[in-house]
C-alpha cells in the first residue's frame, strides 16, 4: 500500500522557523515527483513547492520563493520543506505529495498520492 507520512508541523512564531518532512511507506520516492501544498482554512489546496525526481527542476510559489526550500534525501525515502522567516498567513495544513510526470505539477488533482497533512500555526 503505498503511504505518505508528513511530520514537523508545529506552533511557531511570526520570524521563526520550522522543517516538514515526508516519509514515504509502499513508494520509493527517488521516482517520483514530489511536492509541499499548503491549505489554510476557508481556501483552496495550493502549491508551495515541488521537485523533480533528479533536483533539476524545481518550482515555487511566489508566497515562498526565498523563504521555503524543497529538499530530497532518494537514500532515505524523504522529502522535505524548510520553512523561513514564517508568516501568520503561512498557516495551514501542509500535505506532500507524489506524481510520476512534471505535466500540470501545479494542479493539486494530478497528484494521485497525498499524505494525511500537518498542521502549521504561526502565530503574530
Known amino acids: 500500500q503505498v503511504q505518505l507520512f508528513e511530520s514537523g508541523g508545529a506552533l511557531a512564531q511570526s520570524g521563526g522557523s520550522l522543517r516538514l518532512s515526508c516519509a514515504g511507506s509502499?513508494?520509493?520516492?527517488?521516482?517520483?515527483?514530489m511536492a509541499w501544498f499548503r491549505q489554510g482554512p476557508g481556501k483552496e489546496r495550493e502549491l508551495m513547492a515541488v521537485t523533480n525526481q533528479w533536483r533539476s527542476l524545481s518550482h515555487y510559489a511566489d508566497s515562498v520563493k526565498g523563504r521555503f526550500t524543497i529538499s530530497r534525501d532518494n537514500a532515505k525515502n524523504m522529502v522535505y520543506l524548510e520553512m523561513n522567516s514564517l508568516k501568520p498567513e503561512d498557516t495551514a495544513v501542509y500535505y506532500c505529495?507524489?506524481?510520476?510526470?512534471?505535466?500540470?505539477?501545479?494542479?493539486?488533482?494530478?497528484?494521485?498520492?497525498w499524505g494525511q497533512g500537518s498542521q502549521v500555526t504561526v502565530s503574530s
Open positions: 505529495a507524489a506524481k510520476a510526470t512534471w505535466e500540470s505539477v501545479r494542479d493539486a488533482g494530478t497528484y494521485p498520492n
Open positions: 509502499g513508494l520509493a520516492l527517488r521516482h517520483y515527483i
